[in-house]
C-alpha cells in the first residue's frame, strides 16, 4: 500500500483577476461606424442641396485674378511660402509633417488608450496632435479671410482695396545673432523639459526624446516665425547666401 503521507498534494489553482471586458470589432464597432458614415452623407446631401457650391465668374487670360489663391487645401502652404523659403514652406515643412506622423508609433511609449478614446491617459501626444491640427486649419483660414489683392495682409477689421498697399520695410537678423537665437532656442527648448520632467525624458530615452522636442519645437517656431514676420516685421531670423530661415 501506499503510504499516504507521500501523497504527492496537488498545488491550488490560482486566481486570476477579470481581464478588461472585450467585444468582438464585427458587427459591434464597424456597424456604428457605418450608421456614423450614412449619417454624415445624409447631411452633406441635404446641405449640398439647399446650398450651391461658391462658383465664380469664367476666367480671363486678360484679367488674372488677385489675388491668386490655391484650392483650400493648399493655402496652408501658400500662407507659408510668405514667412519662409519657398524650399522650405514648399519642401522640408510638408516632409517634417508626413515624417513625423510616420513616427508616431515608434516614438510614443504610452500604450494606454489603445481600442478607446482617452484623454486623461494621452494629455501630452492629444494635446500635441490637436495643435498641430488646428494650426493647419489657422493656416487656411489666414489665407481665404486675411490675404487680399496682392497677396497683402488684411486684418479681419480692415477693408480690401484694390490699390497696391505700401508694405512695411521688411528687415532680417544679423547672421550671428540668428544663429545664437536658433542654437539657444533648440538648445535650451529641449534641455529645460528634459530637466523639468525628468520621468518624460527616462521614458523616452535621449534619442526618442531628442526626435520628439525637435518636432514639437519645430511646429511652434513656425509660429514665432510668423509672430515675428506680422508684429515685427523681420524677414528672417537667420540669412545666408545658401539658405534663409
Request: hydrophobic letters at 50%; charged letters at 15%.
Amino acid at each position: 500500500m501506499a503510504n499516504p503521507e507521500a501523497t504527492t498534494l496537488k498545488p491550488e489553482p490560482r486566481q486570476t483577476q477579470p481581464g478588461p471586458e472585450k467585444i468582438h470589432t464585427w458587427p459591434h464597432l464597424v456597424a456604428k461606424e457605418f450608421l456614423c458614415a450614412l449619417l454624415f452623407l445624409v447631411v452633406i446631401l441635404l446641405y449640398s442641396y439647399y446650398v450651391d457650391a461658391p462658383l465664380r465668374e469664367l476666367a480671363n487670360p486678360g484679367e488674372p485674378e488677385n489675388p491668386a489663391k490655391a484650392p483650400w487645401y493648399f493655402l496652408g502652404l501658400q500662407e507659408e511660402l510668405v514667412y519662409f523659403d519657398p524650399w522650405f514652406a514648399g519642401v522640408v515643412l510638408p516632409s517634417l509633417i508626413i515624417i513625423g506622423l510616420m513616427f508616431i508609433p515608434y516614438i510614443d511609449f504610452n500604450h494606454k488608450g489603445n481600442g478607446y478614446y482617452t484623454f486623461g491617459e494621452r494629455k501630452f501626444a492629444v494635446t500635441t496632435f490637436s495643435f498641430g491640427f488646428l494650426l493647419w486649419y489657422v493656416l487656411i483660414i489666414m489665407g481665404v479671410y486675411c490675404r487680399g489683392p496682392f497677396w497683402a495682409w488684411f486684418w479681419p477689421w480692415e477693408k480690401w482695396t484694390l490699390a497696391f498697399p505700401t508694405p512695411p520695410p521688411l528687415w532680417s537678423l544679423p547672421a550671428p545673432v540668428g544663429v545664437l537665437l536658433l542654437l539657444a532656442y533648440f538648445g535650451l527648448g529641449t534641455w529645460l523639459p528634459a530637466r523639468r520632467w525628468k520621468d518624460f525624458y527616462q521614458q523616452l530615452g535621449p534619442v526618442k526624446y531628442g526626435v520628439t522636442m525637435f518636432l514639437l519645437l519645430t511646429m511652434i517656431g513656425t509660429i514665432l516665425k510668423m509672430g515675428l514676420r506680422l508684429g515685427f516685421s523681420i524677414k528672417y531670423v537667420l540669412q545666408t547666401p545658401w539658405f534663409n530661415i
